[in-house]
């Protein structure tokens, strides 16, 4: 019956360890998505729902970043809201909008990064 026992928790172990490898694997995949450094014009797509308070505080840290300049803040039915962005030098913008308090989270499609707002 010890035999048993050691066979259950063996596997379990093997799972624990492929578990935590998986874990590794995304953390390393997002980790080399937010390490990508950017220059140069960036669309930023406000993905829905958003409302005009989030905008607004978003707007207001893109302004307060010094690495950033806010050219453009647009919407459209076909496209959304948008933003673009341009850093002059080669940045981590993907961290650097994480920070931002309005912020949730940032996904590259494309040329352009699709931002979700926190919920209000």
Known sequence: MGSKEAREEAAEAKK???KEKARKEDKARD???NAELFKGLVT???MPPVDLDQLKRLEEALHESPDLRLVVISG????G???VVSAD???PLVDILMAMPPVA???KKGKTLQITMKPE
């Open 81 to 83: 809201n948008e933003m």
């Open 105 to 107: 989270q940032v996904n």
């Open 89 to 91: 030098d080669a940045v």
């Open 44 to 46: 930023l797509s406000i």
């Open 16 to 18: 624990a360890k492929a």
């Open 31 to 33: 980790k080399e998505t």
């Open 76 to 79: 459209s039915v076909a496209n």
